[in-house]
């Protein structure tokens, strides 16, 4: 049996999972209500993040490995909003130096992989990245470019497990698994305060289903009186003992950012 | 010993028999307390626990892990008996790449499929697995795979045989705190999925290696030679016995000690918070040997006097005054020499002597509680094996008329023995760690030969600065340094860093070979670096090669099988000098498990030269205050000593490679060899003192000894044979040296002492 299923872990990390069996014992109706609730969740989510048109942010990153040793990266993030898809992403890099000034355009979508473009200021040249990829390591750290940003809600099912206490507020716990096979999880557990639906805590689990990572977010800013932004974001991972803290700084929403500056040619003029 | 003595030792014996039922209740009563502790004894297969904590190549090699990633590994060989490259065969490989992300504490998955292939696609950067769906490959494609694989450094000769004959996957792993219950996990959960795979596809080979199987047949062989190897060397010590003394009941009272002796050593590791593996697992079975001895020298004695028509209570009081003493002595001497195994630079060899140090003193308060009150419980009988031994006494005659021939003949043997230790060379090799009756030896040989070379030389390359790694001139000396290492013999594959900054630098000029090299711009490599870091996926990411600040990278060289630690350690010369030559600023030692093991007996040697220099001196010492006799105390070294030397030289002769067990061989045999030499000379000594000639006396202590040295011999050598039909290195060399080392002392004994003693003992009495 295991080797069938193998060649489709997805469905074998469904099967060996444990929650899910144990749903299967559940009634039904109970799982598909589990299974909206935590997909209404997920849109309101969304809904709250909606209308912001775009914002800028700095990022710094600081890579620890089990030995303590530490390692810096800093880059500038851009976001566009785009109506009716993903959001368009654009990354430039400051730190390292030997990178500085590469930048790092993504079109995220709803329905198919993402386009990625990575501008290479060594080169003058902008080269699409034809992998599917967004499970991998970014720069080196903990986080995984899927880590960084919300997802969309379409690259997930759900699943409600339960409401519970996190420091002074409740939050309601969601199970997420991923649609696409290339994915490096098999599930998620995501922890979002029932008032704001802000995320606290993301614990992320392998294809074997072990406990790879935990996010932890702290630091919550509000913007334009309605959207709330992390300052801080810490990635442990436990199979490793290497971690990632993330620290997002100088959030402006609703800049003069056009759409032109997240397009191949703009990519070049980027600084 | 004072006059006082015999008597005070004849009361406290008499005390013992007059109240053997209660002496047999608080032995027991003492036993079971102790024994109830063995619950907490503790079996580990973690390799690691070999090396002491503060072993430099030890921490240089945790120090590597925790800048790179884990180095715990398996690797799978996949050997369809033709080329790898059909559909057949690849799609099998994809399965099972997948297959073995589900592996326990897998972190990563290395394979010939899933080996992430870049190149440029109009101008752009294409990264994917090498394979992806093997099954719908045109002929024109396999051949293209074919032709990738075996251009690519990364994994020809690594995860691809040169032949093309034999695939492979390596899992990487992260180990929790107790590694011990992973390991198994992880070795059950790769048979089971092996074993799907093999019933599926019985013409292909599978063939599993690397460090976690190898914890695992370090757990499976202990396990064997506890379950195993001590009953069955109880078995032939009871019949040894039997034979010995030819009386059933007899028998039973050395049968009753041993139990007692082992029940109460086991229980006492289980009570300090013991941890076998397989260099101690033999505790049981080398305590069980030694103690014997003890219980036999008064049991015999016993059954003499009644031969000789004492009634038993005489009897055994005889015995007790005849025997106490040495058995204390040799009891001592042998607690003494274990004891120095705490020098041994690999802890197991310290638990090892401590405990078998503690059954030794154990057996001998046994001896003299438990064993008097059970020979007078049970109906004794003269044994039928009673009388002279007229052998002994030809032998006596012959060694005395042919005493000048002997000593010549004997130190010409001798000094020819010995002089084969130049041969000797000490090396440990964890591929041969195990014979041929474990699985995981027959793999790792098959990949060997097939694959691969499994040792290797790790090298961390610092740049000295953040992001130096892209740095033209570090990535030019690396690539310097990878090509030296490549063209030397030793060496099989080489993993080096820039071989992925030319394959970039090539994609990035639409694939033109020309441009296979080194980027000349240090901010243009480290952009390379970038956009092919941000498009490789999950489990594949360079984390394991270069270090968080990309200032260092990992260069593996694979040794060529066969390789003996000085040839590595050698090796690690040439290269740090190639380094120091050509590269300054990157010269650093080798590192990783190969190297590590590649010093232990070496470090171990050193460490227990000292100890057992000093142990010898100390024991020597004591001999010379019990033999109160400054000319035999000097004489009695020579057949101390010269016994291990001559095994050491016959092995030298016979095989040429030792490893651990040859570094603490010297402490384990001396401690049983100086009780023979007691028994004898203490013996010698009184005769001498009773007015004998030295011939007279000699002709008097083979008579009195003389039996009991053969049959003590015979146990020994039985019981440290049985050790050597363990499995494991360590185990069988140890045994097979130690057991050389008992016979060649015995034959000193008869041989080489007694003409040395009448040459060189002129006093007058």
């Known amino acids: 049996m295991t080797m069938n299923l193998a060649r489709r872990p997805i469905a074998y990390g469904l099967a060996a999972f444990v929650p899910i069996a144990i749903a299967l014992d559940t009634p039904a109706s109970e799982l598909a209500e589990a299974e909206q609730k935590g997909l209404d969740i997920a849109l309101e989510a969304r809904q709250k993040k909606v209308g912001f048109e775009n914002f800028t942010a700095s990022q710094v990153m600081v890579l620890r490995n089990k030995q303590g040793r530490e390692s810096r990266r800093a880059l500038r993030v851009k976001v566009m909003e785009v109506e009716a898809d993903g959001d368009r992403s654009l990354f430039v890099f400051d730190e390292p130096r030997d990178v500085q000034g590469t930048a790092f355009l993504i079109h995220g979508h709803k329905d198919k992989a993402d386009d990625q473009w990575l501008y290479l200021p060594a080169l003058k040249r902008v080269k699409r990245i034809s992998s599917a990829n967004r499970s991998g390591s970014f720069m080196g750290s903990e986080f995984a470019y899927e880590d960084m940003s919300p ?110 500056e997240f397009t191949q040619t703009g990519l070049r003029r980027v600084r | 010993m004072a006059d006082a003595g015999p008597v005070a030792l004849d009361r406290y014996t008499s005390v013992v028999l007059d109240r053997r039922w209660p002496v047999v209740a608080v032995a027991g009563l003492a036993m079971l307390a102790l024994t109830a502790g063995a619950v907490f004894i503790g079996v580990t297969n973690d390799h690691r626990v070999l090396f002491d904590e503060h072993n430099p190549q030890l921490l240089a090699y945790e120090a590597l892990e925790e800048t790179y990633t884990e180095s715990d590994t398996a690797l799978i060989a996949v050997a369809p008996g033709a080329s790898v490259f059909t559909r057949e065969t690849l799609s099998l490989m994809e399965s099972l790449t997948e297959a073995a992300w589900q592996t326990p504490h897998s972190i990563r998955v290395d394979s010939l499929t899933n080996y992430n292939h870049s190149e440029s696609v109009e101008d752009d950067l294409a990264v994917g697995p090498l394979v992806d769906g093997a099954e719908a490959l045109s002929d024109d494609a396999l051949a293209r795979v074919e032709q990738i694989a075996m251009d690519a450094p990364e994994i020809a000769g690594r995860l691809v045989s040169a032949d093309g004959q034999v695939a492979a996957l390596a899992i990487t792993f992260a180990l929790p705190d107790d590694a011990d219950a992973a390991v198994i996990e992880i070795t059950e959960h790769l048979n089971e999925v092996l074993d799907e795979y093999r019933s599926e596809h019985p013409e292909v080979g599978f063939h599993v290696t690397g460090d976690v199987p190898m914890n695992r047949a370090f757990a499976d062989a202990t396990r064997d030679d506890m379950e195993k190897l001590t009953p069955f060397a109880f078995i032939v010590i009871v019949l040894v016995t039997i034979a010995v003394l030819r009386s059933a009941l007899a028998t039973v009272a050395v049968v009753a000690v041993l139990m007692f002796t082992i029940n109460t050593t086991l229980g006492f590791a289980g009570w300090v918070g013991t941890v076998f593996n397989p260099v101690n697992a033999g505790v049981p079975l080398i305590v069980l040997t030694i103690a014997v001895a003890d219980s036999i020298h008064i049991v015999s004695g016993t059954m003499a006097g009644l031969g000789k028509g004492l009634a038993k209570r005489d009897a055994i009081l005889e015995s007790m005054r005849e025997n106490a003493y040495p058995v204390f002595l040799t009891s001592v001497t042998t607690a003494i020499a274990f004891l120095t195994l705490n020098a041994s630079e690999a802890p197991p060899f310290r638990v090892l002597g401590n405990l078998v140090a503690f059954g030794v003193l154990c057996a001998f308060v046994y001896s003299m509680t438990l064993l008097p009150a059970l020979l007078a419980i049970l109906p004794l009988r003269p044994g039928r094996g009673g009388g002279k031994w007229v052998f002994l006494d030809r032998l006596a005659s012959f060694v005395i008329a042919r005493r000048t021939t002997l000593i010549w003949v004997m130190s010409l043997v001798t000094v020819g023995l010995i002089a084969g230790i130049s041969q000797l060379e000490f090396t440990d090799n964890w591929t041969k760690y195990f014979d041929d009756r474990y699985e995981f030896r027959r793999d790792t040989d098959f990949i060997v030969e097939n694959l691969t070379g499994l040792e290797s030389w790790e090298y961390s390359l610092d740049s000295g600065e953040e992001g130096g790694i892209t740095d033209p001139q570090y990535l030019r000396d690396v690539e310097a340094f990878a090509q030296w290492l490549r063209a030397q013999g030793e060496v099989s594959h080489v993993q080096a860093f820039p071989d992925i900054m030319k394959r970039l630098n090539k994609n990035m000029h639409g694939d033109d070979p020309s441009y296979y090299r080194i980027p000349e711009d240090g901010a243009l490599a480290a952009q390379y670096l970038l956009i092919y870091e941000l498009s490789l996926p999950f489990g594949s990411d360079l984390n394991n090669r270069i270090d968080i600040a990309k200032s260092a990278t990992r260069l593996t060289a694979m040794a060529r099988g066969g390789l003996t630690a000085r040839e590595q350690r050698d090796f690690d010369a040439r290269a740090q000098a190639y380094l120091e030559a050509n590269a300054p600023d990157l010269v650093t030692p080798a590192t990783g ?99 004998s000639s030295p011939p007279d006396a000699i002709r008097a202590t083979f008579q009195a000894t003389g039996r009991a040295l053969w049959t003590t011999t015979a146990i020994l050598v039985a019981g440290f044979l049985v050790f050597a039909s363990s499995g494991f290195e360590v185990s069988w060399t140890l045994g097979v040296l130690v057991a050389i080392t008992l016979s060649l002392a015995l034959v000193a004994d008869f041989l080489l002492l007694p003409p040395l003693l009448m040459a060189l003992d002129r006093r007058k009495t």
């Open chain 1, 151 to 260: 997802p969309e809600v379409e690259r997930f099912t759900y699943r409600y497990l339960r409401d519970e206490p996190c420091g002074e507020l409740t939050c309601t716990v969601v199970e997420r698994f991923p649609v696409d096979d290339k994915s490096g999880y098999s599930r998620q557990v995501v922890w979002q305060d029932t008032e704001e639906l802000r995320l606290w805590k993301v614990e992320y689990f392998d294809r074997k289903n072990a406990h790879l990572k935990t996010l932890t977010v702290d630091g919550y800013q509000r913007y334009l009186d309605r959207y709330w932004q992390a300052s801080n974001m810490n990635m442990v991972n436990h199979l490793t003992g290497k971690s990632t803290v993330l620290t997002w700084t100088d959030y402006q929403f609703q800049t003069d950012l056009v759409a032109m």
């Open chain 2, 593 to 691: 498990f190969t190297i590590t093991f590649a010093h232990l007996s070496q470090r171990n040697i050193e460490s227990m030269l000292q100890a057992t220099i000093l142990a010898m001196g100390g024991i020597s010492v004591i001999l010379l205050l019990v033999l109160r006799s400054w000319r035999l105390g000097v004489i009695s070294l020579i057949p101390n000593y010269l016994p291990a030397a001559m095994s050491f030289g016959v092995w030298g002769y016979l095989v040429g490679q030792v490893g651990l067990a040859g570094s603490v061989m010297t402490a384990i045999a001396f401690g049983i060899v100086v009780d023979d030499t007691t028994h004898f000379l203490t013996k010698y000594r009184r005769a001498r003192n009773e007015g």
